[in-house]
């Protein structure tokens, strides 16, 4: 089953203790794009600039994605600039320039309105709906969002929880959202504001699902994936998008939805995220083959699996 | 087999989200001697001050641990209070006064000298390595340290890791020995300076372990352990101990030592600090029953494993 992502597609100015990249292809879309083409079909609804070449569209359709939904607008593409120490779960922003993107209006293509399964990146929650509702016929939909709209627009971002089946964002937001400290407490409050189910994405140290009473299947335990230790971070940009990549990609792909798929769905996007951070940019995830990241899916299950 | 623990008996004065509580049986050997009790017989080496009570001695005797090794000392028993936020991986010390702990020389009676696993607890490096060097017989040692003798005694703690099979200790101070952010390159670094196997303790999120080349096995693929989210952490004081008394006690209650025994060790470590943190201090370790370790257990194992 094919499905869609809306998010940004961004021009990337990266610099991390392992070297320096500018103005290199980066965006949300741009990474759960490439993570999810690998279990498959992918269309993407986004905007760019006069800037955005033939080039930079050639890595996307090389993984087979639908790009029909990239609209172009006069002006330059979303561009971003960050800087990371030591800590890879820290990003210091050196800039942060909006472009087309400030006035991003998602426009769906009417051909890609049957689309089964369907990923909200993070962009402004009253725009998620409006695409949300707009997909009126999708058997799942994904959702992602951070600080700035938890604080600046909590009612709009309450609206589309109710929205999302399965909300995936980090601890801090989860936290932040609930406002409970204890991550098991605050995932109940979480859930108990619209989504089945919620991916708590904890950086080096994996993610973990917590269930709705019901939703999926049976009981209220968690799940959890851990993450790969990875000898050289090169560049943590997109780790995140890249998981919910491969968390929803491999979902898409199943025929039933249950908890033991969604279950090896938060292994893959584990996967797919300790991929992406071993090069800088979109890298690593341009020329993997389904062997690799079938060779990584079983590291990550014998580094927890008991006799 | 039996296990000896060398190190702190304390009275704790702890504040937390959850309460209060003032003066209550504290230490790392007290927490390790309780956890590693469910798996195998304990004995302990500490010193205590006058007002260390029969009732106090009857809070580790109930678990049939041998305290013959504890050595009353003229003076107050060491202790320590401290207050934790939100964040239950950070306390705030209000206070520490070492006491009669400040001059301790462990003494191990003879009575103790056959035994076959030996943990060294938080203490000075010279001090950790002279019982190891009295204790010849040892099978296994375990060992922990933390920033205070990484930073102002590294030369004696160099002495001491070349005596230590299995290093337990934290992120932080993992990095911080060897003077590299990424874990599992620093990881490497530890073992090159003498242990065979590191446990890094990761807190909320369970725990690591990486083993040297060969070492207990074969290939040098890390294990991780999750750690269960727990909804109320009511005093994360002593989990750290109690984590290491559950992984050395299980160790030592087995004929075998290989990495499958390492690996369900790492495991039952997780366990008994999820007991550790639901109460006030010692509380939850003083009344658990081996059914009520085992079914945890088990739900540690359902929390990472795929059908």
Known sequence: MSILVVGSVAFDTISSPAGHVANILGGAATYFSLAASYFTNVRVVAVVGDDFSAEHEAILKERNIDTRGIERAAGKTFRWGGTYSDNPNEAKTDFTELNVFEKFQPRIPKEYLDTSFLFLANIHPTLQAAVRLEMNGV???????????????????????????????????????????????????????????????????????????????????????????????????????????????????????????????????????????????????????RGEIDARFQLFRELTHLE
């Open 139 to 289: 058997r799942l939909t994904g959702g992602d969002t951070m600080n700035f709209w938890i604080q600046r627009t909590p009612k709009e971002l309450a609206e589309t929880l109710r929205l999302v089946n399965v909300l995936l964002i980090n601890d801090t937001e989860t936290k932040m959202i609930a406002g409970d400290s204890n991550l098991p407490r605050a995932a109940k409050k979480v859930l108990a504001l619209g989504p089945q189910a919620l991916v708590v994405k904890h950086g080096e140290y994996g993610a973990t699902i917590f269930f709705r009473e019901g939703a999926f299947g049976v009981g209220t335990h968690p799940f959890r994936a851990p993450a790969l230790p990875i000898d050289e971070v090169k560049d943590p940009t997109g780790a995140g998008d890249s998981f919910a990549g491969g968390f929803m990609g491999y979902i898409a792909s199943q025929g039933e939805i249950n908890r033991e798929v969604l279950k090896r769905a938060l292994f893959y996007g584990g996967v797919m995220g300790s991929f992406a951070v071993e090069r800088f940019g979109t890298e690593r995830l341009q020329n993997l083959s």
